[in-house]
């Protein structure tokens, strides 16, 4: 499974590309307002730090205003996903976006139907939110499964970006069910590596180093 960081913070997303840890970032407007940037500049920043897609979010609410939005941030580099909402307006503007060759991302996604249209459109990915039909006591984890069903059922090319991730647990599950990628803030990927045992082990053997009197360096 690929690691997309789901943030504008350039700091957070460096500490973590040099980990080897990020396959692409995921940004959104609340994520451009975070940080508090200008989000032609930081995208730029972004593209240039990471090899992989950085989706950069269109905020026209009309199919011809998204494509002139689209075509914009995606000339800030070449490996730019334009990020469109799972809208009427954002399918049409995802087939012609993706039908001159770049990568779109679509995002907002709450059910199967609207994925399964979505790959129709063209889509690189798609985007289905699971921390927010967690929220509404809901299983975001249902929806993931639903999608690699029929996207496999059809070998629709479209990838599954299980986003909305809110814990370390999440990321497992999505790894489990065959999510081709996750996007995650920077806290929860760093949370897969903490373990209760793991630190009570570490604290038994340190205790125990001590007690010998020797160093290594
Ligand atoms: C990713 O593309 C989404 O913008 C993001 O994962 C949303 O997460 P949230 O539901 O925690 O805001």
């Not at 998204?66 to 941030?73: N, P, S, T, V, Y």
């Not at 991730?165 to 081709?180: K, P, W």
């Amino acid at each position: 499974m690929k690691f997309f960081v789901d943030t504008a913070d350039t700091d957070a997303i460096a500490e973590l590309n040099d980990l080897g840890m990020v396959d692409g970032v995921t940004t959104n407007p609340s994520l451009i307002l975070k940080s508090g940037r200008d989000i032609l500049e930081v995208t730029k920043e972004i593209c240039e730090m990471v090899a992989g897609p950085v989706s950069a979010e269109v905020v026209a609410t009309e199919a011809d205003d998204m494509i002139a939005e689209g075509r914009k941030l995606a000339e800030i580099a070449p490996n730019i996903a334009v990020k469109v909402p799972l809208t009427w307006a954002g399918l049409k503007a995802c087939k012609v976006i993706s039908g001159e060759g770049h990568m779109v991302n679509v995002t907002l996604c709450f059910s199967a139907n609207q994925a399964l249209l979505a790959a129709k459109a063209g889509a690189t990915f798609i985007s289905p939110f699971i921390g927010r039909l967690d929220d509404l006591n809901l299983d975001g984890m249902d929806l993931i499964s639903d999608i690699r069903q029929i996207y496999d059922n059809y070998d629709f090319k479209t990838e599954i970006l299980a986003a909305s991730i809110r814990s370390a647990n999440h990321m497992s599950q999505a790894a489990l069910i065959g999510a081709d990628v996750a996007t995650a803030p920077p806290n929860v990927i760093k949370a897969m590596a903490s373990h209760v045992l793991t630190d009570k082990g570490l604290d038994a053997f340190l205790k125990d180093w001590a007690k010998t009197g020797q160093k290594i360096l």
